[in-house]
């Protein structure tokens, strides 16, 4: 069964800095963009950071600077390396792998992991 599963969550204090990760138990035929997203209670999910198959990368305004989104081929894992947090950081936070499921897939296919929570207090 493909899965994500991630990892790294917690809680740590403002100014401090948590590692996510999050490794596919698959391989997409074609991975086209890879991502973090967040999501707070009573809110809808929201991008964090993405990263294209070109090394395209894009930051939410509010992380620009302080998190930094990376991919290891070879171990089937994106991470999301996140300094300087802060407490509106805190929320549960869900990897994503969008792609080309075979050579023969007509569109893409949308997986999700499980979510990780993270907690900065003040």
């Known amino acids: 069964q493909a899965q994500l599963v991630e990892s790294g969550g917690g809680l740590v204090q403002a100014g401090g800095s948590l590692r996510l990760s999050c490794v596919a138990s698959?391989?997409?035929?074609?991975?086209?963009?890879v991502g973090w997203y967040r999501q707070v209670p009573g809110k809808q999910r929201e991008s964090v950071a993405t990263?294209?198959?070109?090394?395209?990368?894009d930051y939410a305004d509010s992380v620009k600077g302080r998190f930094s989104i990376s991919r290891d081929s070879a171990k089937n894992t994106i991470y999301l390396q996140m300094d300087s947090l802060k407490p509106e950081d805190t929320g549960v936070y869900y990897c994503?792998?969008?792609?080309?499921?075979?050579?023969?897939?007509?569109?893409?296919?949308?997986?999700w992991g499980q979510g990780t929570q993270v907690t900065v207090s003040s």
């Open positions: 990263l294209t198959s070109d090394g395209r990368t």
């Open positions: 994503l792998n969008r792609g080309l499921l075979t050579v023969w897939s007509s569109g893409e296919t949308a997986y």
């Open positions: 698959f391989r997409l035929f074609r991975i086209n963009i």
